[in-house]
């Protein structure tokens, strides 16, 4: 058995208006602040060091785990 269900375009296309004018003043009021993120001079990157010589281990490890995991779950 099924329902008929009557679309009322009128209150449905006079809320889709509104909703997309509000989004729409949304998005603009967001593009007119122009932030920057300036993080690259924040403090807490004053003392981070790079990856050493060593981190080509920290991939080894990563792909041995994933095959690990592989090989347990397929055998």
């Known amino acids: ?9 009128d209150q449905n296309d ?14 603009q009021v967001s593009a007119e602040k122009n932030d920057v993120d300036l993080s690259e001079d924040a403090e807490y990157l004053k003392d981070l060091k790079k990856t050493s010589k060593f981190g080509w281990i920290w991939i080894v490890l990563i792909v041995l785990a994933v095959l690990s995991l592989l090989s347990i779950i397929l055998i």
């Open 1 to 9: 058995m099924g329902v008929i269900v009557n679309k009322q375009n």
């Open 14 to 27: 006079e809320l889709s208006k509104r909703i997309n004018a509000d989004l729409r003043e949304r998005a």
